[in-house]
């Protein structure tokens, strides 16, 4: 099996811009979660999804992060517009079943100038 | 509110030395915890699981304890080797199971 699959693994963007991030799960896991890692904050989870469906974006911090989850291969993390202070890598991770490990992408690297 | 505490201040140890990595969490109670490795540009890999119901998990030269009394899980590599340097992250679960919130995790280095 490929992995979790994330695109692109580096981003350089200027501040307002939109910017997308992507994931392909494990074929057959149908839990998807999309984490930030800063060195203040550490790996934040943002949200989650179970089959395919959105179950907890508390995480999210604020209305200018949108996620979805068209189908069970794909899903997307947008910020728009971006500003600085979301400069990270963005990790996303899936799972088969409520419980057990997740398995990590090698992330996306985003930097707002 | 939930707190996860793992020192993160970097431990040192010399080759061949078992090193002991503490995780302290406050104010749930986590029906299982998961320990992950973290390198220098990749993504976390999953290492163990222990439940609430289980003292002790070893797998190779790693044991992983879990007090649910003391709120605080011990991760132990013996034998230590420079492959193992690397950031060790603790993962209490929270909602159910469904939900891992991972701790800032402990740099680890290892020296020959």
């Known amino acids: 099996d490929a992995g979790v699959i994330q695109s692109p693994r580096h981003e350089v963007t200027e501040m307002g811009q939109e910017v997308t991030l992507r994931c392909k799960p494990i074929?057959?896991?149908?839990?998807l979660f999309w984490y930030r890692q800063t060195m203040m904050r550490g790996l934040e989870l943002l949200i989650y999804?179970?089959?395919?469906?959105?179950?907890?974006d508390s995480g999210m911090p604020e209305d200018r992060f949108s996620a979805k989850m068209p189908n069970a291969s794909f899903s997307t993390l947008k910020i728009q517009p971006s500003e600085p202070r979301d400069s990270a890598v963005y990790f996303c991770?899936?799972?088969?079943?409520?419980?057990?490990?997740?398995?990590f992408g090698e992330g996306s690297r985003l930097t707002v100038l | 509110s939930q707190k996860i505490e793992q020192n993160s201040e970097a431990l040192n140890i010399q080759e061949g030395k078992t090193a002991t990595l503490t995780c302290n969490y406050t104010?749930?109670?986590?029906?299982?915890l998961q320990w992950y490795r973290q390198d220098p540009g990749r993504g976390p890999v999953f290492l163990l699981l222990?439940?609430?119901?289980?003292k002790e998990k070893r797998k190779e030269r790693l044991k992983v304890t879990f007090d649910t009394t003391l709120k605080q899980s011990l991760f132990h590599i013996t034998a230590s080797q420079p492959a193992d340097s690397a950031t060790y992250l603790c993962?209490?679960?929270?909602?159910?199971?469904?939900?891992?919130?991972f701790g800032g995790g402990t740099r680890l280095m290892v020296k020959p």
């Open positions: 993962a209490p679960a929270r909602d159910a199971g469904n939900m891992l919130t």
């Open positions: 222990i439940r609430e119901n289980e």
């Open positions: 991770a899936s799972r088969k079943g409520p419980g057990g490990e997740l398995f």
């Open positions: 104010n749930y109670s986590p029906a299982y």
């Open positions: 074929s057959g896991h149908d839990y």
């Open positions: 999804f179970n089959n395919n469906v959105p179950i907890d």
